[in-house]
């Protein structure tokens, strides 16, 4: 065995990477090393003579699959491309395509468009009510608050006219064909990442996968729960035992993310949750420096985001709008060492995103908001179907140019020629043209806003708190630590799944974390009092620094006396 494989793991990750027990269930707590856990233990059996066509990974999002393909080629020194490491959602796409070939997928632009043209003013969150009756109510029956069930109706008969699925279709579609043994996986060795995040059909699909004889292997944390507005549901993992008799549980107890003070504080504030796993969880790691700034406003709370990041910078030059010039450069005036991709902002709602994003854009700091492919995503991506390979021409050279002829939207033609040379993006080195633009095609249908975020970009990122999943960063600031954001009060508050997305914020964290909340917000044209997050009261005091802001009043000019006065 490579060397490689086991270098660095500590006693529980070492355990976990080498156990053979047929059914595993893995406690892995943010920065505990799950994804090196993953890629460690897919190459361990790759090294021992498991095929690695009968080894499936599945990851949470397209972003995780590529991280962990390239970790398990470096590991293993092997050719990653055609390894089953990806979504559930990438994996039953390609099972339909064996079965239908020239199936129709409708991704998130497609169901965005068919959205609007019912009329659903927010079609985002039309896309999740969508992907939350489908993965509760399979059969379409029920109705949910939010999205009236005529639109439901009329949306899967719109879907049903074009002979096209959704993404939710395609889980449905593949469990159906697993039961009806129209497929047959063949694996040997299955490994479920976020496991805490599957809903009930994904059980079902992973369970009758698992059922053919091969070994189940799943990790997650179920204190990181939050997708449960898409119809997931934490009980798969709290009842795994249950499940699967005889089954072995491993817990991973060191967090190499975030510092002791950090830890200590989300460790608290989730210790109020009774649907969890105890997990005793130590950072390896002294230190750690929590903020908590209270401002008068909205506006004052995005100026001091905007200072402190050119404070920690070591001072940047201060350039406005119509300064000009490139931004990077005018960086570590001061002596600091930070990095812009070093900070984070991570906030609730869009209304939010605008405001903070405005105050970047009128600072010298370069900031991109982590959001849904922009306009233009859905036609590029026709366009290219339409024009299909051209001969002699590489993947991402053919995006380029074509993105460029025919003026696609920056971000949108930055987001595919991210993807086209990426190993988890097309079919690779070697695959034939045509088989490398249609996977191509597929991975691009499959993104979710969390795969328009490119880590490597040195500009500060500003997400939801859900985006944030599965990231890190040495800053990070929680804008709207607010009751009303976190908790959100939007009908029935699940105040458990609350505080576990407050804390997936705060465990993003490498070294700083501040949580910023306003006084007062402009509501419909007026202003509001808020009140501080209830979920700060459970962090203990000693372990936060309090920052209250002031008002600034504007200073009244003496009045000039006329000349004859």
Not at 101 to 127: C, D, F, M, S
Not at 508 to 517: D, N, S, V
């Amino acid at each position: 065995m490579n060397e490689k494989i086991l270098e660095g793991l500590d006693d529980a990750q070492l355990r976990a990477v080498m156990t053979d027990s047929t059914r595993v269930l893995v406690v892995a707590p943010p920065g505990s090393g799950k994804t090196r856990v993953l890629a460690s233990r897919f190459a361990r059996l790759i090294s021992e003579g498991v095929e690695p066509g009968k080894i499936l990974a599945v990851t949470f999002t397209n972003r995780a699959g590529t991280e962990m393909r390239d970790r398990v080629g470096g590991l293993a020194g092997i050719e990653v491309r055609d390894l089953d490491i990806g979504t559930l959602h990438g994996f039953c796409l390609k099972v339909l395509k064996s079965l239908r070939p020239g199936l129709t997928l409708y991704g998130r632009a497609e169901q965005r468009e068919v959205l609007r043209e019912l009329g659903v003013k927010n079609p985002e969150r039309g896309i999740e009510r969508i992907s939350f009756m489908k993965n509760r109510f399979p059969s379409g029956a029920g109705k949910v608050v939010e999205l009236d069930y005529e639109v439901f109706r009329l949306y899967r008969e719109r879907l049903e006219r074009e002979q096209a699925l959704d993404l939710d279709d395609l889980i449905l579609e593949a469990l159906s064909a697993l039961e009806g043994g129209v497929y047959s996986p063949g694996f040997t060795h299955i490994m479920v990442d976020e496991f805490q995040d599957i809903n009930p059909p994904q059980a079902r699909l992973i369970k009758l996968l698992a059922l053919g004889g091969a070994r189940l292997f799943a990790i997650g944390d179920p204190d990181q729960a939050i997708y449960a507005f898409r119809g997931a549901d934490v009980k798969a993992f709290m009842d795994f035992e249950k499940e699967w008799p005889g089954s072995e549980v491993i817990r991973l107890t060191r967090n190499y993310r975030s510092p002791e003070k950090i830890v200590a504080a989300s460790r608290a504030l989730i210790s109020n949750n009774s649907t969890r796993v105890e997990n005793e969880v130590v950072s390896t790691r002294g230190g750690g420096e929590i903020k908590l700034v209270g401002c008068p406003d909205e506006g004052s709370l995005a100026a001091f985001i905007t200072r402190e990041v050119e404070g920690l910078m070591g001072g940047l030059v201060s350039l406005t709008v119509g300064g000009g010039g490139g931004r990077e450069g005018e960086r570590d005036r001061g002596g600091g060492s930070f990095r812009f991709s070093d900070f984070a902002v991570l906030y609730r709602t869009r209304a939010q995103a605008e405001l903070i994003s405005g105050a970047f854009g009128r600072s010298s700091i370069p900031c991109h908001v982590v959001s849904p492919p922009g306009p233009g995503f859905k036609e590029f991506l026709e366009h290219l179907r339409t024009l299909g390979p051209v001969p002699g021409i590489p993947l991402p050279d053919l995006v380029e140019r074509e993105g460029r002829l025919i003026g696609a939207e920056s971000l949108t033609l930055e987001l595919f020629l991210r993807r086209a040379g990426g190993a988890g993006g097309a079919g690779g080195a070697g695959a034939r043209e045509g088989e490398e633009l249609e996977s191509f095609i597929d991975a691009m249908q499959l993104l979710e806003p969390p795969d328009n975020l490119d880590i490597r970009a040195d500009r500060v990122n500003l997400m939801t708190l859900h985006m944030a999943k599965g990231l890190e960063f040495r800053v990070v600031f929680i804008a709207g630590a607010e009751d009303g954001f976190i908790p959100m009060r939007r009908g029935e508050t699940d105040v458990e799944e609350e505080r576990r997305l407050f804390y997936v914020g705060m465990t993003r964290a490498k070294e700083k974390l501040y949580l910023l909340h306003a006084r007062s917000r402009r509501e419909w044209g007026r202003a509001e009092e808020r009140t501080l997050s209830p979920f700060v009261d459970e962090i203990p005091e000693g372990l936060i620094e309090t920052i209250n802001l002031k008002k600034k009043t504007a200073r009244r000019r003496p009045a000039q006396k006329g000349l004859f006065e």
